[in-house]
């Protein structure tokens, strides 16, 4: 018999005392920023999940942290309690938005990240296979997973939120947060078959809209549910079929959408805007700031655009030298000895259609909030 796409009622691992004593963000956040990560081992209580992971900014010194992380992992036996069902979060950030989101566990045959592929949970931009052996060493040396995967879903009647609601049976944790993220709540739900049910309408209307049986994309940790299913192939036990993510309908008010400008370092910015009108053709307007600003021409199709821009620089840059930031807000486009490029935006609304038309979209095609907004580490799945 064929599982479902998620299990609504798997064991879930909840750590004991105050949560804000345990959770940290997402190990690819502030990677240029280690001192945050520094600050944090100075002030996070021990037995935590800074102990548990590795942060990408300490990739140089994989092997003495992977050592530690193994040594954390054996003492923290006891750290967790056991329950079974989903866990509803809602999470307040700093920046006044509020989101909500369902952990549960996701079939990992269901997912599947290469282009084009027609699976019911897809990766939405690029991966990139470097990035897989570091968490797959993680993984190996600790009998639990903590997600910070984010699965977007296309409900506009909130058929999951309500069905989460219905089954609300008690609150787990309720905690602030470190390093500007916030407050939490977790409360567990009891509700398998309406929150299946919701799944099964999910698909079917994406099958009505979209002509493919799409239940979700992945929004944030894509690289870590890559390697969940990996280790799944290669390396298969009784739990590692499935991995743990946090589930949200993508027009959930605290979800915001925000374009990821281009910035190019360059000696000849004139030449830069000469060579992009040579190479870029379209329809639509954009701006270009070498820092006052001047309209180019650029494919009206969004993602199109994209690829097409990011092809122009990173031929440039590779024939002339300097280098591309990936920037947010057109503040940061107004630079001195660079070339700002003004980025359209997807929506909301426009999200699900440009993966199933496009595929897998650019890197760094959207970004979704700030960093302090992203995921934290709190509930666990055992996977050995």
């Known amino acids: 018999m064929k599982r479902p796409v998620v299990d609504f009622s798997d064991e879930i691992l909840i750590p004991d005392g105050d949560v804000g004593d345990f959770a940290v963000i997402a190990c690819d956040q502030f990677s240029s920023r280690p001192e945050y990560w520094l600050e944090l081992e100075k002030t996070m209580p021990s037995r935590s999940a800074l102990e548990l992971i590795l942060p990408e900014c300490f990739l140089s010194d994989a092997g003495a942290r992977l050592e ?54 897809r990766a ?31 409900d506009p009647d909130g058929l999951m939120m309500k069905a989460a609601k219905s089954g609300i049976v008690r609150t787990l944790y309720d905690a602030e947060l470190v390093g500007g993220g916030g407050r939490v709540k977790g409360e567990l739900v009891d509700a398998a078959d309406a929150l299946g049910a919701a799944v099964d309408a999910l698909i079917a209307r994406s099958r009505q809209i979209y002509g493919t049986p799409l239940f979700a994309l992945v929004g944030d940790g894509n690289h870590s549910l890559a390697t969940a299913k990996y280790c799944a192939e290669h390396e298969p036990t009784a739990y590692n079929g499935r991995a743990l993510v946090e589930i949200v309908d993508i027009y959930d008010e605290g979800i915001v959408f925000e374009p990821i400008h281009r910035l190019v370092r360059t000696d000849d910015p004139v030449m830069f805007v000469d060579s992009f009108r040579s190479a870029v053709k379209g329809e639509a307007t954009a701006r270009l700031f070498l820092p006052e600003p001047v309209e180019v021409k650029v494919p009206s199709d969004k993602v199109e655009a994209i690829k097409a821009i990011d092809g122009f620089c990173e031929t440039f840059v590779k024939h002339f030298g300097g280098d591309i930031e990936y920037v947010h807000g057109a503040d940061a486009l107004k630079k001195d000895g660079h070339v700002g490029i003004e980025m359209r935006g997807i929506e909301k609304n426009e999200f699900f259609g440009a993966v199933v038309k496009h595929g897998v979209l650019p890197k ?11 995921r934290y580490y709190i509930e666990a799945r055992r996977i050995k």
């Open 68 to 121: 530690a992380v193994r040594t954390a992992a054996r003492a923290m036996g006891d750290r967790f309690s056991a329950v079974k069902g989903a866990v509803l979060v809602t999470r307040d950030t700093a920046y006044g938005r509020t989101r909500k989101g369902l952990v549960a566990s996701v079939e990992l045959d269901c997912y599947d990240y290469a282009d084009g592929n027609t699976a019911a949970i």
């Open 364 to 374: 760094k095609t959207f970004s979704m909030g700030e960093a302090e907004e992203k």
């Open 124 to 154: 939405s931009e690029r991966t990139i296979a470097e990035r897989i052996p570091p968490r797959v060493a993680i993984r190996e040396a600790i009998d639990i997973e903590l997600p910070h995967i984010m699965l977007l879903v296309d």
